[in-house]
């Protein structure tokens, strides 16, 4: 048997009814969404992940300002699952809009967001910290 590779690229691409986001509809209907994900045997990854969003829904609604069209992410992190089932997952998840247009509020969209996982056999918990404003 060959032995398994070091590393693995995987791609996936996905349309969908909409993109919802911790219960926030992003794309108010269909959403093309896909990404590239690197993992390699030590537990260490890297990948992209892009979604369409409705361009109106962080605009300002009062005056008809567009938002953006298009998010990107880009993430990293260390996966690892010990013997006993015990596992951890450290990521940073950076949210990049291109178009660079802000919110109706006028902040900048950008932002990075930090999480710590810990899992055990079906039981996972997850913190997440978004670090920037």
């Given at each position: 048997a060959e032995p398994a590779p070091a590393y693995t690229l995987t791609y996936n691409l996905g349309l969908y009814s909409t993109y919802m986001f911790r219960g926030?509809?992003?794309?108010?209907?269909?959403a093309l969404q896909g990404?590239?994900?690197?993992a390699h045997s030590s537990g260490f990854y890297l990948g992209t992940w892009f979604s369409n969003l409705d361009p109106y829904a962080f605009g300002d609604d009062t005056t008809g300002t567009k938002g953006n069209h298009l998010e990107t992410d880009f993430y990293g992190g260390y996966a690892h699952t010990f013997e006993n089932g015990f596992g951890v997952n450290?990521?940073?998840?950076?949210?990049?809009?291109l178009e660079g247009r802000n919110s109706a509020n006028n902040h900048k969209q950008d932002s990075f967001e930090a999480a710590v996982a810990l899992s055990y056999k079906w039981f996972t918990y997850t913190y997440y910290n978004m670090l920037t404003d």
């Open positions: 926030v509809d992003y794309s108010d209907g269909p990404g590239i994900d690197w450290f990521l940073g998840n950076y949210y990049k809009y």
